[in-house]
Structures are given as C-alpha cells and as structure tokens.
C-alpha cells in the first residue's frame, strides 16, 4: 500500500519568499513521484515528476523539488513566490509494479501569497 | 493535442434526476479515472478503466454510481438517482499506462443538486 502526507493543508507566504510545501511518502517499492497544482476552475497540472536519476527535479514556474529517500520525503520549492502561484498543490505517488499507473494524492495544500 | 474533455461544464439539477458526466480522453492514452473532489473529502478516486475494462470500482460510494467506457476515445459516468450530497466537481483524467507517466486531467464537471 501507499499513502501520501501533505503537512499543513495551508501555507501562507509574502511575495518574493521561499516557498516550501511538504510532502512525505509511504511505499513498499520504489517510488515515482509527481507534484500538481490546480488553479481555481480549473483541473490538476502536472508541476514536475521524480521517476528515476536526478533527485533533484525542476519543473514549471520556476519550482523544483527533491526526492530524499532516507526522509521519505519529496518537498517542494520555490525561491521566490509570485502572486500568480497561489493556487493548490497536490502531492502524488505511485509504485513501480503498478501496473495500471494509479496515483494515490495527498490532502493537498492551499498556498496563499500576500503582497 | 487538445487535453482531456469534459462535459458539461457545469450541471444543475434536481434531486432524484438522472446525472450523466462525459469525458474524452487524450488520444492513445489507454488509462482512464474519474474523480471526486468535495471541501470535505478532498480529491477521491472513484473508478479506473485499462483499455477500456474497469479494474478498480472500490471508490464508487453507491450503486446510484455508474461508469461506463464504450470505446478507446469515450466515458461516461452516471448518477441515478441523484442526491444533493453529490454535488461536487468531478474529474476525468487519462495517461498511458507506464507507472511513470502523469495523469492529464480535465477542467472538470461542476455538479449541483438541489
């Protein structure tokens, strides 16, 4: 089984700082990895995906994140936050012997970014 | 490539009516899932098809919950008869079948029922 932990389902920032949302992990196999954001009205987007190599991953709109498998964790980053990133963030896993590629997401998290 | 199609848009109705959601796939794609996403209950898988043979309906809440997947390019999921406790938005998503690739989401059906 896997599951999927997005700590605080809300984050608040001021624009222009790091942003960092959570997300932490449960799988019996290796992982692949994947972070969603979803605007309002709208569906989910693919941000970026760990599958294999590079533990760092960069994805759109300048954000990246990190795979650390000792943590079990895949955190989200974002030097410095615009206005327009405020949206909802989803965190994703799904395992190797998946054979029909079913995601299991976290709760997701509401950025929120103050002028 | 003109991404997942959902319609319609939005749906209201009345309680007791029938409910029918479409979604078109991205072409080639040979996985696809419906979603439930409420304030309350987040973001909640109701069934998944793998060419076109549902694998795993454990999500629909009830037999009023219908899916069907005619065809490679077509979906449909039916709620008869409906309850206000289903209103919500619900998602189509599709991708192909590697556990790597990412799921392509809709824009949604925002349903309401009165």
């Known amino acids: 089984a896997q599951s999927v932990t997005q700590l605080g389902s809300h984050v608040s920032v001021s624009e222009g700082a790091l942003v960092l949302l959570r997300c932490n992990y449960s799988?019996?196999?290796?992982?692949?990895l994947f972070w969603y954001v979803q605007y309002p009205n709208q569906g989910l987007q693919l941000l970026l995906k760990?599958?294999?190599?590079?533990?760092l991953v960069k994805g759109i709109n300048g954000f990246e994140a990190e795979f650390k498998k000792s943590e079990t964790s895949f955190h989200l980053t974002k030097p410095s936050a615009h206005m327009s990133d405020a949206a909802e963030y989803f965190c994703?896993?799904?395992?190797?012997?998946?054979?029909?590629?079913?995601?299991?997401f976290g709760g997701g998290t509401r950025l929120m970014v103050k002028p | 490539d003109a991404g997942v199609i959902q319609s319609p848009r939005h749906e209201v109705t009345e309680m007791g009516q029938e409910v029918t959601l479409r979604c078109k796939p991205i072409?080639?794609?040979?996985?696809l899932f419906w979603y439930r996403q409420t304030m309350m209950r987040g973001l909640e898988l109701l069934i998944y098809f793998n060419n076109n043979v549902p694998i795993d309906d454990s999500g629909m809440p009830e037999d009023r919950f219908s899916a069907k997947m005619p065809n490679a390019s077509f979906s449909t999921l039916k709620i008869q008869p409906s309850e206000p406790r289903d209103s919500a938005v619900y998602f189509c998503?599709?991708?192909?079948?590697?556990?790597?690739?990412?799921?392509?989401f809709g824009n949604g059906t925002r349903l309401t029922v009165t």
């Open positions: 994703a896993v799904s395992s190797v012997n998946n054979a029909g590629n079913m995601l299991t």
């Open positions: 998503a599709s991708s192909s079948t590697r556990g790597s690739s990412p799921l392509h």
């Open positions: 072409s080639g794609h040979n996985s």
């Open positions: 799988s019996s196999v290796p992982p692949y």
């Open positions: 760990y599958t294999t190599g590079a533990t």
